[in-house]
């Protein structure tokens, strides 16, 4: 079944794209510390990080602007609280590298440490912006305009 455009209300579409835009400048920052720090990524945590926390928000975005709203709404949402479990195991659960606790003492430490948090966030803000939007258009769907 093909999706048809809907109206969703333009505060939520901005708050979304900004939300997406903060979360990507400081996802680029937090890998500038990962590199700095020489914290490495196994190889799936590599796809999973490119994949799920990188792309899967601008892609959930540019779908928001299309005739495919509900599918944008959706991958924004499935995204952000992808990145969201996986930022919050990586940095502040497991015992690792990567936890924010348990780095080396250098300039990088606490960038790292504040863009963990960040994305953190972000990721909550992103997912909570994807769920508004598709309380919305489920709204829509149920009740048609006359």
Same mark, same amino acid.
């Given at each position: 079944?093909?999706?048809s455009?809907?109206?969703?209300?333009?505060?939520?579409?901005?708050?979304?794209?900004?939300?997406?835009?903060?979360?990507?400048?400081?996802?680029?920052?937090?890998?500038?510390?990962?590199?700095?720090?020489?914290?490495?990524?196994a190889?799936?945590?590599?796809?999973?990080?490119?994949?799920?926390?990188?792309?899967?928000?601008?892609?959930?975005?540019?779908?928001?602007?299309?005739?495919?709203?509900?599918?944008?709404?959706?991958?924004?949402?499935?995204?952000?609280?992808?990145?969201?479990?996986?930022g919050?195991?990586?940095?502040?659960?497991?015992? /690792?590298?990567?936890?924010?606790?348990?780095?080396?003492?250098?300039?990088?430490?606490?960038?790292?440490?504040?863009?963990? /948090?960040?994305?953190?966030?972000?990721?909550?803000?992103?997912?909570?912006?994807?769920?508004?939007?598709? /309380?919305?258009?489920?709204?829509?769907?149920?009740?048609?305009?006359?």
């Amino acid at each position: 079944m093909a999706e048809s455009t809907q109206h969703l209300p333009r505060t939520l579409v901005i708050t979304a794209a900004l939300v997406v835009l903060v979360h990507t400048v400081v996802m680029l920052v937090h890998g500038a510390a990962h590199m700095r720090l020489n914290i490495g990524l196994a190889p799936w945590a590599k796809i999973y990080v490119l994949g799920i926390v990188g792309i899967g928000p601008i892609v959930g975005l540019s779908f928001l602007r299309s005739s495919r709203q509900r599918t944008g709404a959706a991958i924004l949402f499935i995204t952000m609280i992808g990145a969201l479990l996986f930022g919050l195991w990586n940095h502040f659960i497991a015992q /690792g590298a990567d936890h924010v606790m348990h780095l080396q003492a250098g300039p990088w430490r606490l960038p790292f440490q504040v863009t963990a /948090g960040l994305l953190l966030i972000s990721e909550v803000a992103g997912g909570v912006v994807a769920f508004a939007l598709l /309380g919305v258009l489920n709204t829509q769907t149920k009740s048609p305009r006359s």
